[in-house]
């Protein structure tokens, strides 16, 4: 049987899954239709970059290296399967 700390874990890991597949489609949508994507990926790299770098030297778990990753290529919208991204050179 589940105990209520161990649902309340489990509701609240699928709850910022959930918040992290509305804000990464969002991102996308916003991405597809903006007026100068190129300007656009070289910013995202750009902030991509700077962010990972502070991720990185900062003295957090590697979960939350893996999570940055993650939701880099959930915003970029790329399939490892694939190799499909959706800003080119990020």
């Given at each position: 049987m589940t105990t209520p700390e161990e649902a309340t874990a489990?509701?609240?890991?699928a709850n910022v899954l959930g918040t992290e597949m509305a804000l990464a489609?969002?991102?996308?949508?916003?991405?597809?239709?903006?007026?100068?994507?190129?300007?656009?990926?070289?910013?995202?790299?750009?902030?991509r970059q700077f962010s990972q770098a502070h991720l990185e030297a900062s003295p957090v778990p590697d979960k939350a290296l893996m999570g940055f990753e993650?939701?880099?290529?959930?915003?970029?919208?790329r399939d490892p399967a694939q190799d499909v991204q959706l800003v080119p050179g990020s």
């Open positions: 489990t509701a609240s890991a489609a969002a991102l996308r949508a916003l991405i597809k239709t903006h007026p100068h994507p190129n300007l656009l990926a070289q910013e995202l790299a750009q902030q993650l939701t880099w290529a959930l915003i970029l919208h």
